[in-house]
């Protein structure tokens, strides 16, 4: 086995030592090594695994592994079933797994999952829902997603789940989404600062005619003042409309 670079160290644990493989592993044998990462539990990311240079090289020699090793990756079951005459049959432990990559998938688009939903995304019979259960709780207990399952109702609630792997094509439309984001909080921060710079301008002129009415209220009551408070006397407006006695 290869031994582990710097960059290794960000690569989850349970896949480390099947890219440690991978890179000291060629053609058949890499294949081979494609079906044990993915039935290998706890192992429910592959971009370390799939970017590995001999991995690469199996869309050469070794075709249908490394295209079932991408739709373990970015896809889902339905994916499968629409190319499963051109991709290795499933183990059960495969099929298991890529039943809750599904899962996960579908917990990140909806916070609430019908069973009849869960049913057929996962290709399971009408009758199933002891196993679509099953396989719900394990999905919980791996911490692949969270939330609730009302049997009563037949829902499953969702309150996160864990990201995916993202393909290439994918990561384009994210970094647009990212930019689009980007420019309109840009836009948000902008207005909320010509906001703030007009409230400061109109409190500015607010304080500039409060201090011109004391300056004028003074200037009277000095007058007045001065004049010895003979006579009847007066009265001092007290509102902005102040007139010098």
């Given at each position: ?77 339905a994916a499968y079933k629409a190319s499963a005459a051109t ?34 995304a996962l290709d399971y019979d009408a009758s199933a829902l ?116």
């Amino acid at each position: 086995m290869t031994a582990p670079e710097a960059s290794d160290a960000v690569i989850p644990p349970k896949l480390l030592p099947f890219v440690l493989l991978a890179k000291s592993t060629r053609g058949a044998a890499a294949a081979d090594l494609v079906a044990k990462v993915l039935e290998a539990p706890g192992v429910d990311v592959f971009s370390e695994f799939l970017s590995v240079p001999s991995i690469q090289q199996l869309k050469e020699t070794h075709k249908g592994a490394f295209d079932l090793l991408t739709i373990f990756a970015y896809h889902d079951l339905a994916a499968y079933k629409a190319s499963a005459a051109t991709l290795p049959p499933l183990t059960p432990p495969m099929q298991r797994k890529l039943r809750l990559l599904t899962l996960i998938t579908l917990a990140q688009t909806a916070r609430e999952l019908p069973y009849a939903t869960l049913l057929t995304a996962l290709d399971y019979d009408a009758s199933a829902l002891r196993d679509l259960e099953d396989l719900i709780i394990e999905g919980m207990s791996e911490q692949l997603f969270t939330g609730t399952l009302d049997q009563r109702a037949r829902v499953l609630h969702v309150e996160s789940s864990l990201g995916r792997d993202v393909s290439p094509e994918m990561l384009g439309a994210m970094v647009d989404r990212l930019e689009q984001w980007s420019a309109t909080t840009t836009t948000v921060l902008d207005s909320i600062q010509q906001r703030i710079e007009h409230a400061r301008t109109v409190a500015t002129a607010h304080k500039a005619a409060n201090d011109a009415f004391q300056e004028k209220l003074k200037a009277a009551e000095d007058k007045k003042a001065a004049r010895g408070g003979g006579g009847p006397r007066a009265m001092i407006p007290t509102g902005p409309m102040a007139m010098e006695l």
